[in-house]
């Protein structure tokens, strides 16, 4: 499976963004997907997963600021991202079954 992720940018601390990650192939719906976000000099971490079922997980420091949904039908799973910290300034990843992975796409989160 090929993955696509878009939606980053630059934005203000307590802004919004809207990450896609787009999915080839037939059977995207059978996938657990997670996104993942590695900083500078950091390691790479879990932020978010769902299950083919649509039972989502998150990590604490993103509870009740982000959350993961999917749309089988586009093959798609989106992160919706709001109250933006600095800190969520990262290279994020989306990945299926974390064993197939798309680009990173950059949010930046200035103060």
């Known amino acids: 499976v090929q993955l696509q992720a878009s939606g980053g940018g630059l934005v203000q601390a307590g802004g919004s963004l809207r990450l896609s990650c787009a999915a080839s192939?037939?059977?995207?719906?059978?996938?657990?997907m997670g996104w993942y976000r590695q900083a500078p000099g950091k390691e790479r971490e879990l932020v978010a997963a769902?299950?083919?079922?649509?039972?989502?997980y998150y990590v604490d420091f993103v509870k009740g600021r982000f959350t993961i949904s999917r749309d089988n039908a586009k093959n798609t799973v989106y992160l919706q991202m709001n109250s933006l910290k600095p800190e969520d300034t990262a290279v994020y990843r989306c990945a299926a079954e974390a064993r197939y992975w798309g680009q990173g796409t950059q949010v930046t989160v200035s103060s």
């Open positions: 769902i299950s083919s079922g649509g039972n989502t």
């Open positions: 192939g037939r059977t995207f719906s059978s996938y657990r």
